[in-house]
């Protein structure tokens, strides 16, 4: 073990000393000594670094597979052309309409939810749930007053329609930043990890149609309830949206179950 002797607030390491002819050989040896650690530690610090980077693009990869070759439950077609029949008449008209027209080409999967508020980006909006799963989601926004702000970076690809009243959207890019006028009975894309700012008319509606990594959108969504100091409307969105997942997991087990039964009443018959 070696010692060391302090002197006038220095520390010196009497091994060392005895080794070297000269302070100067000492101080060059106690230097290399350091940076010897310090390249040390910079070269775990940036092994681990790559590391989470691999990581993160793996699982990036992963995802983007599974949400390109799953099977989807909700076609958009029949979505776009429910919401152009229920488009027009009053907003919660509209809403009604759509959620009846919808549950008649999917009985399983349309639930009824209450009116939330949420927040993200500075827009102050009211959010339904028509049907909702961990990679697919059917919402409608309700903007009881004027509202502007960015609706989010959000790992989805969605389609989208103005039930009643105006929307203006301008997109975060240099090549298509235009302004967007859409009102109602319009269809509009929003894709995956685009930026927009939206800016709802009073008593404007929109129902989207949406398939992704839908639970990392509650992250903006958190954030914005905490901000606007309404945590409660938040957990109760999280309740909902966690029991129209827990309610499509259940279909999907009964409809499988059913399946391989079929197959197995037919190879016994």
Request: charged share 15%.
């Amino acid at each position: 073990m070696n010692s060391g002797i302090k002197e006038n607030g220095y520390c010196f390491n009497i091994s060392l000393l005895q080794q070297c002819s000269s302070p100067l050989q000492y101080t060059s040896l106690l230097a290399g000594k350091y940076i010897d650690k310090s390249l040390a530690a910079m070269a775990f610090v940036f092994t681990r670094v790559v590391r989470y980077v691999v990581l993160v693009i793996v699982l990036y990869s992963v995802v983007q597979y599974i949400l390109r070759w799953k099977s989807y439950s909700v076609s958009p077609k029949v979505f776009r052309q429910a919401c152009i029949a229920a488009h027009g008449s009053s907003g919660i008209t509209s809403v009604n309409k759509l959620r009846n027209d919808l549950r008649r080409s999917y009985p399983l999967q349309i639930i009824d939810s209450d009116w939330e508020a949420v927040y993200g980006g500075g827009l102050n909006l009211q959010m339904n749930i028509i049907y909702a799963s961990i990679t697919e989601f059917i919402i409608v926004f309700r903007a009881p007053y004027r509202t502007a702000g960015f609706a989010g970076w959000h790992w989805v690809n969605s389609t989208c329609t103005v039930l009643s009243g105006e929307i203006v959207r301008t997109a975060y890019s240099a090549h298509s930043g235009n302004l967007e006028k859409l009102e109602s009975g319009q269809n509009f894309r929003h894709g995956e990890f685009e930026r927009y700012a939206y800016e709802f008319a009073p008593e404007s509606y929109m129902a989207c149609y949406g398939r992704g990594a839908v639970p990392l959108s509650t992250v903006w969504m958190g954030m914005g309830s905490l901000a606007n100091g309404d945590p409660i409307s938040f957990a109760k969105l999280l309740y909902v949206y966690s029991n129209a997942c827990a309610h499509q997991i259940k279909q999907s087990l009964v409809k499988t179950f059913n399946y391989y039964k079929s197959k197995a009443l037919k190879t016994e018959l």
